[in-house]
């Protein structure tokens, strides 16, 4: 069986964001025979967002994300996280890593670099999403 480990963006921390998420990954999971996934983050809770630089925090999200196969982010809606999302699209660009977004009901501020950082935009969307992770991430056997 394929298995897909995906990294989801700190900026679901402060919403249901991850459940809802890998609820969609489940149901997708579940309606597919070859589909599995395993998911990493680095959440507000976790130490690393103490470190004392960005520097080495983007270490450390990049050292987590180097055993994924994609990011996942929500687009355009938590500005606030914009330091944050974008050391998790400098650490996906320099691992080679394809970013899939989740749009919002009504993204707010996608800003350029989620857009040109995006291999896919889906909505919330069962199909679309574990779509986009079948086509666009490399598996882990």
Request: charged letters at 25%; glycine letters at 2%; proline letters at 4%.
């Amino acid at each position: 069986m394929a298995t897909y480990p995906i990294f989801l963006s700190y900026s679901w921390a402060e919403q249901d964001g991850t459940e809802r998420i890998t609820s969609l990954m489940e149901n997708y999971r579940l309606r597919t025979e070859d589909f599995a996934y395993e998911y990493y983050s680095v959440s507000k809770d976790d130490p690393v967002q103490f470190l004392p630089s960005n520097k080495a925090l983007a270490s450390a999200i990049e050292t987590q994300m180097k055993q994924c196969s994609c990011l996942i982010i929500l687009a355009g809606v938590y500005e606030e996280f914009t330091r944050w999302i974008n050391l998790e699209l400098d650490a996906a660009k320099k691992l080679k890593i394809p970013v899939i977004l989740v749009e919002a009901v009504s993204p707010k501020h996608t800003n350029f670099k989620e857009k040109r950082a995006a291999c896919a935009t889906v909505k919330w969307d069962v199909q679309e999403l574990g779509d986009a992770i079948v086509k666009h991430a490399k598996m882990k056997k």
